[in-house]
Nanobody, 118 residues
Framework: QVQLVESAGGLVQPGGSLRLSCVASGFTFTNYAIKWYRQGPGKEREWVARITDTGGWTNYAESVKGRFSISRDNAKNTVYLQMNSLKPEDTAVYYC???????????WGQGTQVTVSS
């Protein structure tokens, strides 16, 4: 059974930090690039960050560049999203996505709520 399970988010004060993780099972993790998306209240889902299957290349949405960092540990089938200098506009449900370009296959996590507020 394919699963992507995000860690619990939470409530963070502006300027604070939070690390999300996403643990994969049921498929060959090393064949998939991993992306994080988010959907804020009343907004469309937007792409946040991406890491290639080997972890050798990453890129970020302009809105989070310099504040967020994506990484992966292929031995643990886990991807991380380190979020620093959080802003209220980062409040959203964050989703982990696994994508394999060769087949077009996508898997999604269930999402985790991150709220940035004082």
């Amino acid at each position: 059974q394919v699963q992507l399970v995000e860690s619990a988010g939470g409530l963070v004060q502006p300027g604070g930090s939070l690390r999300l993780s996403c643990v994969a099972s049921g498929f060959t993790f090393t064949n998939y690039a991993i992306k994080w998306y988010r959907q804020g209240p009343g907004k469309e889902r937007e792409w946040v960050a991406r890491i290639t299957d080997t972890g050798g290349w990453t890129n970020y949405a302009e809105s989070v560049k310099g504040r967020f960092s994506i990484s992966r540990d292929n031995a643990k089938n886990t991807v991380y999203l380190q979020m620093n200098s959080l802003k209220p506009e980062d409040t959203a449900v964050y989703y982990c996505n696994a994508h394999r370009a060769l087949t077009g296959r996508d898997y999604w996590g269930q999402g985790t709520q991150v709220t940035v507020s004082s």
